[in-house]
């Protein structure tokens, strides 16, 4: 029974789970293996429940500190969700975090009562590995090799298509990293044949590794790599190596260690042309990514400083995070990162003060009972060895959370259970916990009913995500009613944003939008600003529909939200430019017009700028400081003078390029401006005042590359 549980749990983790991947979802990994795994717990526990008697779980284990903080972990992630602002957003972090805490328990379990546990384990992730690299080395030979182009349609290299089965490079590269403590331990520990195969494994992952170039990776299995010969330096003893050998190892390390230095140190590297460059980039703060994530985690800790003791609530980070981008000079194809690419910050901002503390000891313990394993005189070499290699892993894992996300991840967070669960397990053998025997009953019921609201919930994520990549794909055909649909199809109970942190009911409203029911649409996208209030898109097209609606003061207002949290936003300049001048404040008409960089103003901006310096030369007292009456708004909406027409496809298309819908390729994007240039002429009116009329439709020929960029989903190191 005890064989059988093993390999069902290490095998589905290791062989299947990481393997599994839907393609209907928005995020093809991330919800599907939640599922999965959830489903497949639900499976093991009505097993254990019925087979109580052949396998009775250890119960102690539930007195152990690591469990302990680990289940106050899920109950902090839970509670932290009343402090939300969106309280459905936080579901995904504390299923999952349940999740992980009912599979640490099982593992122990498992590990204690399988004194082999390491070379079993370590076969499974040898053969794992193998089939990594081979995905891997496939993807790198066709999209990059024997690829003509170097260059993605977005800009970015072709190695960004080398992802194995994961949802981009960089996790398949931290994917990786987390395999080679355990590849480590087949070198050491398996037989001779499977020694070599397990050799050749290693070395073709280091290769992948630095082909792929994720810097955070690079350092982090340095950082492993380190920690476990310091660790063995600092230990000789205990490991039985000889003061020569220790002395060559010194040598060794601090030689490296120099020459690392040496290299990130010395700065330069900008055109990253070599591997070597990469590697210098490490401590350019203005290359690559490293400005932006300097500061998003300036703008992290800002909203810590506001809410220091409760956070922001679970899942909210992604919705508080736009207003404190504001000041920070991000371009807009900057500010799509959903995730402050540090997970210590991230829990902080998220689960406050006790959260973060919390969070913090899930690495202070482990790392404490891995110290007392290998300084114990009782301890077997071998264990030591297992025990030493899972906490290189379990650095390993902690330097890539200051740089990215593994917290949110399924696969980095099985890993990181493992070392969590191995380390425990070995603790535990040493120094077992008093005898507890509660009562299994409401503990079996409590676990069900909460892996059963799991289940659901991935059943709904899953279907949600299948109408929500349906909705995009009709947004970008400019199927208004097919849009709505899906969009309709796509809300759920348990979410109101779609992977990308826009909410569902923006979807919605565009639909209508696109059909031209303005107050439909107004309507879905005040129920979207309910779910995320900081999104400057919503409000900028929000702005535009009461701009076209006459409602010009309410339009204003919600104009000057959108620019205050997205300074460049171009479309809200233009629009907020209309609206003042159909309130008569043509001076903050002109200033807003001004505002807008030169290589941005088409002809009809530059127009209007120069009959509004003229109007207000020549009838000063007419600038009024409050909007026109309601009488006027009326009569304008009437005679069809409104500066600023309703087009829907300049408004749909703003928003699509926030959430990542494709562009058109660039004989397209050509084709289209030769014929919105042709038609120029016919969509110029001129009012009483001279002021050209700068339709939506005229806006697009503005050359604006922040704009027509395509935003990335995940921009990582």
């Not at 289940?455 to 995009?472: D, F, P, T, W």
């Not at 936003?569 to 430019?577: C, S, T, W």
């Not at 928003?655 to 120029?680: A, F, H, L």
Request: with cysteine.
């Amino acid at each position: 029974m005890e064989t059988k549980l093993f390999y069902s749990i290490t095998s589905l983790l290791i062989l299947v789970l990481p393997f599994f991947y839907l393609t209907f979802a928005n995020d093809r990994t991330l919800m599907p293996r939640l599922f999965l795994l959830d489903l497949f717990l639900a499976v093991i526990l009505v097993i254990l429940y019925q087979k109580k008697k052949e396998f009775p779980l250890n119960f102690s284990i539930l007195r152990n500190p690591l469990i302990i903080v680990f289940f106050l972990n899920f109950v902090i992630t839970f509670l932290s969700q009343f402090v939300a602002i969106n309280f459905v957003e936080g579901f995904f972090d504390t299923v999952k975090t349940f999740t992980m805490v009912l599979l640490c328990f099982l593992l122990i379990q498992m590990f204690l009562t399988t004194p082999d546990w390491p070379e079993r384990l370590s076969l499974l992730v040898l053969v794992a590995a193998g089939i990594s690299l081979v995905i891997g080395f496939y993807q790198y030979f066709e999209n990059v090799v024997f690829n003509t182009a170097t260059k993605l349609p977005d800009g970015r290299p072709t190695i960004y298509l080398v992802r194995g089965l994961m949802s981009h490079k960089n996790l398949f590269s931290s994917g990786l990293m987390l395999m080679l403590p355990f590849i480590g331990y087949a070198i050491y520990k398996l037989r001779e044949t499977l020694r070599v195969a397990a050799i050749i494994i290693f070395s073709l992952v280091i290769v992948l590794l630095v082909i792929l170039e994720t810097r955070a990776v690079w350092v982090g299995t340095l950082v492993g790599g380190g920690a476990f010969v310091f660790t063995l330096i600092l230990l000789a003893k205990h490991f039985g190596i000889s003061g020569k050998t220790r002395w060559i190892m010194i040598i060794v390390f601090i030689v490296s260690v120099g020459a690392f230095a040496g290299v990130v140190l010395s700065g330069g590297g900008e055109y990253e042309k070599t591997y070597l460059d990469r590697l210098k980039t490490i401590t350019n703060p203005g290359s690559g990514n490293n400005s932006f994530r300097l500061r998003a985690w300036d703008a992290t800790i800002e909203m810590i400083a506001d809410h220091p003791i409760v956070g922001v609530g679970t899942g909210n980070w992604k919705i508080h995070s736009q207003q404190y981008f504001s000041d920070k000079d991000f371009k807009q194809t900057e500010t799509n990162w959903i995730r402050p690419h540090n997970d210590f910050l991230w829990a902080y901002a998220e689960r406050g003060l006790l959260g973060f503390l919390l969070y913090l000891a899930l690495f202070v313990i482990p790392i404490y009972f891995a110290l007392n394993v290998l300084t114990s005189k009782d301890t077997e070499h071998s264990v030591k060895v297992t025990v030493l290699l899972l906490l290189s892993g379990l650095l390993a894992y902690i330097f890539d959370s200051v740089f990215t996300f593994p917290y949110e991840r399924i696969n980095q967070q099985v890993y990181f259970t493992l070392f969590l669960a191995g380390i425990t397990a070995e603790y535990l053998r040493m120094k077992p916990e008093k005898t507890f025997f509660p009562n299994q009953k409401p503990i079996f019921a409590i676990t069900g009913l909460i892996l059963l609201f799991s289940i659901v919930y991935g059943v709904s994520m899953l279907k949600s995500e299948y109408h929500i990549v349906r909705a995009k794909a009709a947004e970008k055909a400019k199927e208004w009613k097919m849009l709505t649909l899906e969009a309709t199809k796509a809300k759920t109970p348990f979410r109101t944003l779609e992977p990308e942190a826009s909410a569902i009911e923006y979807y919605i409203g565009n639909g209508y939008l696109g059909n031209g029911d303005l107050r439909l649409a107004a309507d879905h996208f005040q129920s979207a600003l309910k779910a995320n209030p900081f999104d400057p898109f919503v409000l900028s097209n929000l702005g535009k529909i009461f701009t076209d609606l006459g409602e010009f003061k309410k339009g204003a207002n919600h104009l000057e939200r959108a620019l205050k949290l997205l300074p460049g936003l171009y479309e809200a300049k233009v629009n907020l430019g209309t609206a003042y001048y159909n309130l008569k404040e043509y001076r903050k008409s002109l200033k807003v017009l001004n505002s807008i960089p030169s290589k941005q103003k088409n002809d009809v901006i530059k127009g209007n700028i120069v009959a509004l310096k003229k109007l207000i030369a020549e009838n000063p007292q007419q600038d009024r400081k409050t909007g026109e009456n309601k009488q006027t708004n009326v009569k304008q909406k009437k005679s069809g003078k409104n500066v600023d027409s309703r087009d829907t496809t300049r408004l749909k298309t703003q928003k699509s390029e926030k959430t990542n819908i494709q562009k058109p390729n660039q004989n397209e994007k050509k084709k289209q401006n030769v014929d919105m240039q042709g038609k120029r002429n016919n969509q110029k009116k001129t009012d009483k005042s001279g002021v050209k009329k700068a339709t939506q439709r005229d806006s697009t020929k503005a050359k604006n590359p922040n704009m027509n960029k395509k935003k990335q989903e995940k921009k990582n190191p």
